[in-house]
C-alpha cells in the first residue's frame, strides 16, 4: 500500500486525510541556497504523488501537487531544525486541505 499526503510524501497536505492504493509513488524536488555564515539552507520545493489500484476507485482520486517554502540548518553541531510552510496546488475535487500547512522538526543528537 502507498498513503500519498503529507510532510513526508506531498507536502502541501497535513497528513489528516490522504489517498491510499495498492501501489504508487511520489517526488520530491527541491532547490536550495546555503547560506555558510547562517549554517541554514533556503528550500522551494514541488511535489507531486499518484496512486493506483483498484481502492482509488472509492478514493477521491488518484493524484495531489504541492508546494514547499522553508529554512532548514544547524543552531550548533548537534542541534538541526527545518520549519517549512506548504500550500497544495492540486488536489481531487472534495479531497478536504486546508489552504497552507506548516510544520517544525527540531533534533537534538546526544
Given at each position: 500500500?502507498?498513503?500519498?499526503g503529507g510532510r513526508?510524501?506531498?507536502r502541501g497536505?497535513?497528513?489528516e486525510y490522504t489517498l491510499t492504493g495498492e501501489s504508487g509513488w511520489y517526488w520530491q524536488n527541491e532547490?536550495?541556497?546555503?547560506?555558510?555564515?547562517?549554517?541554514?539552507?533556503?528550500?522551494?520545493?514541488?511535489?507531486?504523488?499518484?496512486?493506483?489500484?483498484?481502492?482509488?476507485?472509492t478514493q477521491f482520486g488518484h493524484s495531489l501537487m504541492g508546494a514547499v517554502?522553508?529554512?532548514?540548518?544547524?543552531v550548533a553541531k548537534d542541534f538541526t531544525y527545518d520549519l517549512f510552510?506548504?500550500?497544495?496546488?492540486?488536489?481531487?475535487?472534495?479531497?478536504?486541505?486546508?489552504?497552507?500547512?506548516?510544520?517544525f522538526?527540531?533534533?537534538l543528537k546526544f
Open positions: 500500500m502507498v498513503s500519498i513526508y510524501t506531498v497536505f497535513d497528513g532547490i536550495a541556497a546555503y547560506f555558510q555564515e547562517l549554517d541554514a539552507s533556503l528550500y522551494i520545493g514541488l511535489d507531486l504523488g499518484m496512486i493506483y489500484g483498484s481502492s482509488v476507485e517554502l522553508g529554512v532548514r540548518g544547524a510552510i506548504a500550500a497544495p496546488i492540486r488536489r481531487p475535487p472534495g479531497f478536504p486541505a486546508d489552504r497552507m500547512t506548516t510544520g522538526r527540531a533534533a
